[in-house]
């Protein structure tokens, strides 16, 4: 065979394989999307999508980023396919939705009967993931979409698209993925909460008007049935206390002298117990917890400190637990630690998922402090006055 014909024949063998990639779009000519934001005004969506820069992505790491960070896209429509397909128009170049990491809903949104419907477009589309977060706000979504984070880090290193990035400095409340809130609504009691985002002006820059950064500022209550309501701030800080992951935070809390200390807290340990008696069922609430000394405070001793711990920690946990009864929410979940503990009884109970809850339903809780740790090998000032 002459080198021409095994050429040939080379050739005819590899083109398959070469014309698999002819179709292929360079990632430099897509158009990615961050996250998407949902409102519901005048009985029809309205749809905010965030695109950021190819090149915030690739060198995320770069503090400055000359080119914008990102674009916001908005659009109505009589349903949330219209909207979009509305901003397709638009667009010049292919969208991706494979980095998708957040959808952040108005409470105007959350309160409309379809809502389930949003959740479910996003669940059937191909390219997008059940890890994408979900948030809940009472601002402006198209001001918190453009909101960069502190020293124009990248917007995919931001609190709405990676909100543990801040896990070890404090956690008010656990994030909600797309897959968590489907459990959580299929499951008892039907009720997921969901983090409430506000934009706060804590720092300061160069310029004549402070930055802008977003906060967690309380819980929004979903259920399969519709929205529930807010708990926010001092209300809403008893649900760090009540969650399975281990948890750090701040506590700040009175001595017995009257003077205020502030101490961090890391839970090692929680259990909920349903203590069956007949028809009736109460809770007792077991919490293990570490206890660190930023400052101290003159003559605070290690007993006072324990005996204020204990009392702040229950006290945040019966408001946050009494801010949902208003709002007839089973905030901490209890129906579904019946349900996994003895569903006998659920069964018997239940209504819709959830059993009758009052005042009295926690019966018990228990805060152990494992350790107190002073930072230091004394328990006492460091500066002797």
Known sequence: MSRIIKGFFILIVTLPILSGCWDEIEPQRMYYVNGVGVDFKDNQYEIYLQLINFKDIAKSEIPYVPEAPAEIGYAIGETLEEAIYELYRSIDQEVFWGHMNFLIFTEEALKHEEVISVFDTFLRFRETRYQMNVHLTQDSLKEILLTTPILNKSLIDSKLSHPLNARKLEVFTEPVNLKNLVIGLNEPSHEVSLPLVSIVKNWDTTKEHPSKETTIKGIGILSKDGFKGVIIGDNARGINWMQNKKNRGDLTFK?????????????????????????????????????????????????????????????????????????????????????????KVWKALENNGKIPLNEESIRIINVEIDKIKSGRKTFSETINK
């Open 255 to 343: 001595l017995d002298n009257n003077k205020s200390l502030t101490v961090d807290m890391e839970e090692k340990y929680f259990d909920v117990k349903p203590v069956i008696k007949g028809n009736q069922v109460q809770f007792d609430v077991d919490i293990k917890v570490d206890v660190i000394l930023n400052g101290f405070k003159k003559k605070a001793t290690e007993n006072a400190i324990r005996k204020g711990v204990i009392k702040k920690v229950k006290e945040e946990i019966k408001a946050t637990y009494e801010a949902g009864l208003m709002l007839n929410v089973d905030i901490y979940r209890l129906s579904e630690h019946l349900y996994r503990n003895n569903v």
